[in-house]
């Protein structure tokens, strides 16, 4: 009797409303914000922000009009912003155990699945993290083969450039020379320039770093399991993540065949030593899979971060023909031609090393960082952020933050260096992030980056093709990186 009465009554138009109420009342009561959350965009019910763009241009308006800590909300999730430096070292550095945690990014917890060491949490974060800066340290700058290496694969790059008749792109020489550097402590060995397969993967890690911030990515982070059948950049993204773990597991079995524990040859060897030792702690997540994610980590965060690096510094330098001019004269002064240069005369270079960190700082390759989670309720510029919640923070806005900076927009060495012309350090650099969380490759990235800098300026002068204007515009994704150009090299 009942169903027959509703059935009369209410027809499908009803039942659809009546549907979409009770999502929408669903939507406001679960996603209610608690007091004194961060404010932010009007969010339309059910998709919340998911329209308004997740690069560091469209985050740095909304600072503006929000505030250093603000709040955007795509589908359920809400992410809360931090910008401007003194905001992000109260959460960083004074506020150290409140965002060290990362949160689950649906694009790369389908690949990582919490292993390795950059998206892994709690214990099994901690170990791999310390075996990591353990053995990167013990295999590079406690045996001083680091700085070896690098200057070996500065005469390899430099001949490349040298051999090049016409302008060309320089990424195609950069990638392989800052990839062999880690590739020879992870796996003891470099591979050529012209190593196809090595070629490719660096290809499919390129690649990825393009596609990870494409629009499909970004919507696959909100709508996961609808994508997982949508073809699209995504899917492209996790085969090209198969294929370099792929050439990593290969790495691996090699390793294995002639592996001798009470002599290890690098980073994989003592981390097969690592799992036999840990076999009793399966907690600390020492097994093959891990070892795959750990080396995939290292092998992508350490390629593409300086090599995206190195090309914003020849950039900037054919841009600013003066300044490349004063750092050769301090490379003629401290190095001269006659030896290559090394770490040590790092010390008595102050204006190379005010020009790498400017151009880190004017590169801002990373950002908005690397996501984080709050580990627990915490207060922050007098909002409430409840555990759990996703944060990004605004590395961006630290790097050109107007109150900290002299001529945040302009390429300026000056930033660092002070009236006597000597290096000076200055706390609002953080292309590194800062905390618990940091970067634990900036040691060897900063080698790397004096290293190769000064060997490709004590040997050669860098302009643009003629007739061709460079633009100094960054290409928004993942990473900011300078978009493809080519340069021209006179031996000095
Ligand atoms: C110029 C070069 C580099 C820059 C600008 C850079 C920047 C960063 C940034 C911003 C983060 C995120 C930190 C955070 O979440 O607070 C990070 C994390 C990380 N970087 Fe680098 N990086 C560089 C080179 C390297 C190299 C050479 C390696 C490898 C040896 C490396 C390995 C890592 C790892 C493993 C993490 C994750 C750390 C964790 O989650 O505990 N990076 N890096």
């Given at each position: 009797?009942?169903?027959?009465?509703?059935?009369?009554?209410?027809?499908l138009n009803s039942c659809l409303i009546g549907i979409c109420i009770f999502l929408l009342l669903t939507d406001i009561f679960k996603n209610?914000?608690?007091p004194d959350f961060p404010p932010g965009p009007w969010r339309p019910p059910l998709v919340g922000n998911v329209f308004t763009g997740v690069d560091y241009k469209t985050t740095e308006k909304l600072a503006e009009k929000y505030g250093d800590v603000y709040s955007v909300r795509w589908g359920s999730e809400k992410t809360v912003f931090i910008s401007g430096y003194k905001m992000v070292k109260e959460a960083l550095i004074t506020k150290l155990d409140s965002f060290s945690e990362r949160p689950v990014i649906p694009l790369f917890d389908k690949v990582y699945k919490g292993?390795?060491?950059?998206?892994?949490?709690?214990?099994?974060?901690?170990?791999?993290?310390?075996?990591?800066?353990t053995h990167l340290r013990y295999f590079g700058e406690a045996k001083k083969n680091l700085e070896m290496s690098i200057q070996q694969?500065?005469?390899?790059l430099c001949d490349a450039f040298k051999e090049e008749g016409g302008p060309f792109n320089p990424q195609s020489y950069l990638n392989p020379?800052?990839?062999?550097?880690?590739?020879?402590?992870?796996?003891?060995?470099?591979?050529d320039y012209h190593d196809e397969r090595f070629l490719k993967t660096l290809y499919f890690n390129i690649e990825a770093v393009i596609l990870a911030g494409s629009t499909h990515a970004n919507l696959y982070n909100v709508f996961p399991r609808l994508l997982d059948y949508v073809p699209g950049p995504h899917q492209r993204l996790f085969n090209n993540y198969l294929k370099i773990a792929e050439f990593l597991r290969d790495e691996i079995r090699k390793h294995k065949e002639d592996w001798d524990p009470s002599a290890p040859r690098d980073y994989i060897d003592a981390y097969l030593a690592e799992m036999e030792k840990k076999k009793n702690d399966p907690e600390a997540g020492f097994n093959i899979d891990s070892l795959v994610f750990s080396t995939l980590d290292l092998f992508e965060a350490g390629t593409e971060t300086t090599a995206t690096t190195m090309r914003w510094a020849l950039l900037y330098m054919m841009k600013f023909p003066q300044i490349q001019k004063k750092v050769q004269a301090e490379i003629d002064r401290v190095i001269g031609q006659s030896r290559q240069p090394t770490l040590d005369d790092r010390a008595n270079m102050p204006y190379t090393e005010a020009v790498i960190h400017?151009?880190?700082?004017?590169g801002n390759i990373i950002p908005l960082g690397f996501p984080k989670r709050a580990c627990k309720d915490t207060t922050l510029?007098?909002?409430?952020?409840?555990?759990?919640?996703?944060?990004?923070?605004?590395?961006?806005?630290?790097?050109?933050d107007k109150s900290e900076w002299e001529t945040p927009d302009t390429f300026n060495p000056g930033h660092f260096l002070d009236d006597q012309g000597?290096?000076?350090?200055?706390?609002?650099?953080?292309?590194?992030?800062?905390?618990?969380?940091?970067?634990?490759?900036?040691?060897?990235?900063?080698?790397?980056?004096f290293l190769f800098f000064t060997s490709l300026l004590q040997q050669f002068t860098f302009s643009p093709e003629p007739g061709v204007e460079l633009s100094l515009e960054g290409q928004l994704g993942f990473t900011n990186a300078p978009g493809p150009y080519r340069l021209c090299v006179s031996p000095r």
């Open positions: 009797m009942i169903s027959h009465y509703l059935l009369e009554y209410l027809d209610k914000n608690p292993r390795g060491v950059s998206l892994s949490n709690g214990y099994v974060w901690k170990m791999q993290r310390k075996f990591a800066i694969e500065s005469v390899f020379a800052v990839s062999n550097i880690i590739c020879a402590l992870l796996f003891g060995h470099r591979f400017e151009t880190q700082r004017m510029g007098g909002y409430f952020i409840p555990k759990g919640t996703a944060v990004t923070i605004s590395l961006s806005s630290v790097l050109n000597q290096f000076r350090k200055r706390d609002a650099f953080m292309p590194f992030s800062a905390g618990r969380r940091s970067c634990l490759g900036e040691p060897l990235a900063r080698m790397e980056l």
